[in-house]
């Protein structure tokens, strides 16, 4: 792709179907995948951002001229683009910026057997499923549990039970090189971006 003509990009993707086209565009580099998103039909490119996860969207769009993105944001269903409107409002190298809205959180005192069961009916990305975070009764994170620890698991075992140590989340602002830093200090897959009422709205994934 990125050895292509902008017309031979362009018909490469306009003739793809919205999911492998997000996926091919994913792979590319942020700004020229504007490039190619800033060409195509509103609508197309609706279509194609929709099949993103939204922090990937946020990106594209940040790097579209303002008119485009409204454009493209209009033709997204309403909460795919509440979603990356609110993406869009923090500095892409912040963790805010880098965060995703997909992620599952269940109550604390859930049995594993219980969220087993809840997962199992969700439409969830199992590629992207290694974390489930923990609230309490007042919505507030209060821990992170390994897919592979929740696996292994009695049955009846609560999940407050489960949580990894030491407890770890960080503010939208945080900055990318403190983020980086805890995933390599702690072998992390995942990390809760938490408001100031350390509510769980986001987290972000490694890459």
Known sequence: MEDLSPDERQSIIASLDEETAAEALAELD????SQIVETLDPEKAADILE?????????????????????????MPGE?????????????????GMMNTDFIYVGEKATCQ????????????????????????????TGAVAVGRLLLAPKDEQMEALKSEPWLAVLPNAQDKE????????????LA????????DRCYRGR
């Open 30 to 33: 942020k700004r020229l995948t």
């Open 51 to 75: 099949e993103m996860d939204p922090d990937q969207a946020a990106d594209v769009l940040a790097g579209l001229p303002p008119e485009a993105s409204r454009d493209v944001l209009r033709e």
């Open 80 to 96: 795919e683009a509440r979603e990356v409107r609110e993406l869009l409002k923090f500095e892409e190298s912040s963790a805010g």
């Open 114 to 141: 219980e969220v087993i069961a809840w997962i199992q009916e969700k439409d969830v990305d199992l590629e992207q499923l290694d974390t489930v975070f923990l609230i309490d009764i007042n919505a507030r994170l």
């Open 179 to 190: 983020v980086f830093e805890l995933f390599d200090k702690y072998n992390l897959h995942s």
């Open 193 to 200: 971006v938490v408001d100031k009422k350390r509510s769980p």
